[in-house]
């Protein structure tokens, strides 16, 4: 309806701005000749059908080459054309005019056609915008309740179990040196007793101090705010650091070194690196069968970096999870599901072991061992710009 009335406005003012040029033009009497009065009626047709579209143009044209005959070409005053030149004229002028017309109201709408396209575009793209940042806020809730679930377990697990432990072991130390009964039975520990349960008090302590660092090392990687002590150092030493460290927890298995000669000193934080190799030598204890081998190999990698590896001959890790380790809390064994063996653990070494990797502008990922079985946990490390205060030989 709107549209309708419209068009109808559009043909009243097409020959009202027609008629208004007629009469304008025609108040110039002898100093006006057809040309310019061609031109003005072509240029008012323009306007209308640019303004009120082909229909009303269409009109327009019509009515201006009627004035036009009346008006203007001889004979004046009537509709009879007695030179044939004029026909010429007058119907060029109708073709010109009609023609011109409905080019600029064509021109218009296709212009309109673009504009409404181009909001259209806009609204589906908002739109997509809109559904892409859902989307996207969806993923990171989900992620985000993934980690709380991950760091729940990791709670209850890590937490609970050791402290359970504390308090059962104190509980019943106290109620024997207190003379208190359990049921009918009076409390009466031995001496080999008592150190058992102060043992497992003083390791579960340990467990639950290791777990606590763990978090606070995430925590300090996590905010950027790792500050690395590099020094010049080589990876003998740091490979002999780790496995000190590790002696009580490798007994059970064959310890292989393997370090090409003559390999250059780095610039690291030695602490920092032997807690990476200490943590993949503890995961490929708890990850492979007592009694089989464990191997550490380091190698010059290229020009600037060194490659380090801790080889086991575990189950091995799935190829689609291998990048998932790397993440806290995660556990293949357990989130994964790749065995039935739940070894202990946070699941926080080797996310702590890649953020100290990294920090130092290194690289850590999964292969498969020898004979593809088992767990090969690789690294880099820089060896060093030669600019730097470098020590003479292979020592620090």
Not at 57 to 77: H, I, K, Q, R, W
Not at 238 to 257: F, N, P, W
Not at 276 to 296: C, E, H, Q
Request: glycine residues 8%; aromatic residues 6%; proline residues 3%.
């Amino acid at each position: 309806m709107l549209k309708k009335h419209k068009q109808l406005l559009g043909y009243g003012v097409a020959v009202v701005i027609i008629c208004a040029a007629t009469v304008i033009l025609k108040s110039f009497g002898a100093h006006v000749n057809s040309t310019t009065v061609a031109l003005t009626f072509l240029l008012l047709v323009l306007f209308v059908a640019t303004a009120w579209g082909p229909r009303p143009a269409v009109l327009a044209s019509v009515v201006a080459a009627a004035s036009f005959n009346y008006f203007f070409l001889p004979p004046v005053g009537t509709f009879t054309i007695s030179d044939p030149h004029n026909w010429v004229a007058i119907i060029a002028f109708l073709l010109t005019a009609v023609t011109v017309g409905q080019l600029s109201a064509h021109a218009k709408q296709r212009t309109e056609e673009a504009e409404h396209g181009k909001q259209e575009i806009e609204r589906l793209y908002e739109e997509l915008r809109d559904a892409f940042n859902r989307a996207s806020h969806a993923e990171a809730l989900r992620e985000s309740e993934k980690l709380k679930s991950a760091l729940l377990d990791a709670v209850t697990h890590d937490l609970r179990t050791p402290l359970t432990s504390i308090k059962a072991s104190i509980t019943t130390l106290l109620d024997e040196v207190r003379g208190r009964t359990d049921g009918n039975q009076l409390v009466a520990l031995d001496n080999e007793s008592k150190i058992e349960m102060m043992e497992v008090i003083d390791e579960e302590s340990d467990r639950l101090n290791r777990f606590i660092g763990g978090l606070i090392e995430l925590a300090r990687i996590e905010a950027g705010e790792m500050h690395l002590r590099r020094r010049w150092g080589t990876v003998d030493e740091i490979t002999s650091a780790a496995l000190q460290r590790a002696e009580s927890i490798t007994r059970g298995h064959e310890v292989r070194v393997n370090i090409e000669r003559d390999l250059p000193v780095v610039r690291v934080d030695e602490r920092a690196v032997s807690e990476v190799v200490y943590t993949l030598v503890d995961n490929a204890v708890k990850y492979s069968p007592a009694g089989t081998t464990i191997r550490i190999n380091a190698q010059r990698h290229d020009e600037r970096t060194i490659k380090m590896s801790v080889e086991d001959c575990g189950a091995g890790i799935a190829t689609d999870l291998r990048e998932r380790v790397f993440d806290k809390f995660f556990r293949a064994t357990r989130d994964g599901d790749i065995s039935t063996h739940r070894p202990s653990g946070t699941g926080m070494g080797l996310a702590i072991a890649k953020g100290i990797v990294e920090a130092h502008q290194g690289k850590i990922w999964i292969e498969s061992g020898a004979g593809e079985k088992g767990t090969k946990v690789v690294f880099t490390l820089p060896i060093g710009d030669d600019d730097d205060d470098k020590p003479n030989g292979n020592a620090p």
